[in-house]
């Protein structure tokens, strides 16, 4: 197969959706009918339960099961799928954020029950806002739910979208017949005696062919066609390009747990979602058919055996073959480096890769070298956009609790701010370290890992912070800028980047250093310009 047919052939999505929607049980059925896996519950994902809070070993497991769902790629109708694991716990939606950047189109879940959840609005914004092609599956259809027509209302005015339904849904819970599929124009019938089987369907050109009335009853198929005309009369045409720009997102209705509606989803997916797409660097936009290869780390994940430190970095590759033992230049640390054992993911396991193509992601096995955002070439000086770090919500002091153990803790906080766990500031008047996190539940994982993976022990000083602010000064010279450093000292700090931050303590104070410094920018993320 030549280098074009790889990429054209390649599809890199993440699944996104509030816990519980049916994420891990949608991305296990997607395996099944790959043919990936054999049988349902065979892969877990990397979901921390609720209530696992306080249960360490837990998190610890969890972050096993994470390595090896972290892609799960598959071969489908000769579509090579790579599912990007994204944690729907809300502690780590910042992860989830990074994951986002190396996708190349998304699968939104919504609960038939529950309709639009807080998680979903938060990550349909993002994808939203980086014009990330979506497609939305309605779940659980085998339970009561809201109306298909109320839902795709809540759908368009909460997450911002115009949908079109690709699929609609004959009954709903106990009266659910079955789906009509508008895309492949079929009907699939729902048993609910033998919910695990999966039907291939029925073909319907016409929808006013009587044998509608014979399969689901003349009720039924009333309804369904004066929905379907409905749906015609209100809903946008699907179009392609519309969809790929990130300005329609067809819906779908199913049940993930019956393997209903999974299959017309899965169908439609591989025809109409992108193959990889060009990518934006500092200088210049990079597209995959380019010959020469480049990538950018996206994920780090520490290993869990404390006698092998070593950490696996997961790379995107955007352009060009990504070759094992072949020289490749770290752009930021201007410095080359050769891979000897390039992880590739499958299903359920890891194995050595000699060539991977733009849309894939690489494992690399890494002592320490890379950082979240950091970008691979063959030689070209140039960086990835768009792997920026978002204020964290929760801030705190950060001590040694074993001055015997200084060093241990500060490689331990260093390599755990390049997973991207949490991010370090240090305060510019006096050196203190302030941790800062988007969920509470991090500071527990730190001090956990802190102690199991590097034998160093801190604790903790509550620190009253209402945002992180990145500085940009108009001109680093002029007074207002040197007032502005003067009057603020106490707040100014430094990221691991070196970048200037100023931790606000409240949202009046954001606005009164605006008003009052007006050649001092204030970013609540650390890219931008
Ligand atoms: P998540 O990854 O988005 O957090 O959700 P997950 O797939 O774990 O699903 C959450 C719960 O919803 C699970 O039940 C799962 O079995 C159920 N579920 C998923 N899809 C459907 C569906 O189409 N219909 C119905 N009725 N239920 C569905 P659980 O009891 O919380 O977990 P488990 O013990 O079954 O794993």
């Known amino acids: 197969m030549s280098f074009l047919e790889e990429i054209k052939r390649r599809r890199t999505f993440g699944i996104i959706s509030h816990p519980d929607a049916g994420k891990t049980t949608l991305t296990e059925k997607l395996l099944l009918f790959g043919g990936a896996i054999q049988e349902a519950g065979a892969v877990k994902n990397n979901k921390i339960k609720k209530g696992a809070t306080s249960d360490f070993m837990e998190i610890e497991r969890q972050r096993g099961i994470s390595v090896a769902t972290s892609v799960l790629a598959f071969i489908y109708k000769d579509k090579k799928i790579n599912i990007l694991d994204t944690p729907g716990h809300k502690d780590f939606a910042e992860d989830t954020f990074r994951t986002l950047t190396a996708v190349d189109s998304v699968i939104v879940v919504i609960d038939v029950a529950k309709g639009v959840e807080v998680q979903t609005e938060k990550l349909v914004e993002v994808c939203r806002m980086r014009q990330i092609p979506m497609i939305v599956f309605i779940n659980k259809l085998d339970r009561e739910g809201k109306d298909a027509f109320d839902l795709l209302d809540e759908v368009e005015q909460k997450l911002g979208l115009r949908v079109t339904p690709l699929s609609f849904p004959i009954g709903m819970g106990y009266d659910f017949k079955g789906i009509y599929n508008v895309w492949g124009k079929k009907l699939n019938l729902f048993s609910g005696d033998v919910k695990q089987t999966i039907s291939e369907g029925v073909e319907f050109e016409d929808i006013d062919n009587s044998e509608l009335d014979k399969a689901v009853g003349e009720t039924a198929a009333n309804i369904l066609r004066e929905e379907l005309e409905l749906v015609r009369e209100v809903y946008p045409k699907f179009d392609r390009t519309e969809y790929l720009e990130g300005h329609l997102q067809p819906v779908f209705f199913g049940s993930a747990l019956n393997n209903f509606g999974v299959k017309e989803l899965l169908d439609c997916f591989i025809d109409i979602a992108p193959s990889p797409r060009p990518k934006q660097a500092d200088i210049r936009l990079v597209n995959p058919e380019e010959t020469k290869m480049t990538g950018f780390v996206f994920k780090i994940h520490a290993n869990m055996d404390p006698k092998h430190r070593d950490r696996l970095a997961f790379v995107k590759i955007v352009s060009g073959m990504f070759k094992r033992n072949t020289n490749y230049l770290h752009v930021k640390k201007n410095k080359k480096f050769k891979f000897a054992s390039p992880n590739a993911f499958f299903a359920e396991k ?50 040694n609790a074993d001055p015997m153990k200084s060093k241990q803790l500060a490689k331990g906080l260093d390599q755990l701010m390049d997973e991207g766990v949490a991010q370090l500031f240090t305060l510019e008047l006096n050196g203190r370290k302030v941790i800062g996190t988007v969920g509470a539940l991090q500071y527990e994982v730190i001090q956990y890992r802190l102690e199991h993976e590097y034998g160093a022990k801190c604790t903790y000083d509550m620190l009253n912070v209402h945002k992180a602010c990145w500085v940009q000064p108009e001109d680093p010279k002029n007074t207002d800028f040197k007032e502005f450093k003067r009057v603020k000292q106490r707040y100014l700090a430094k990221d691991k980047k070196g970048q200037l931050v100023f931790l606000a303590d409240s949202a009046f104070s954001v606005q009164m250093t605006l008003d009052k410094y007006p050649t001092v920018k204030l970013h609540f993320t650390s890219e931008f310009g």
């Open 350 to 399: 890891k194995e050595i890769v000699d060539i991977s193509y733009p849309g894939d992601i690489v494992g690399l096995h890494d002592t320490g070298n890379f950082k979240i955002g950091d970008t691979l070439t063959e030689g070209e000086n140039l960086q990835f956009k768009g792997i920026p770090s978002f204020s964290p919500e929760y801030f705190r002091y950060v001590n």
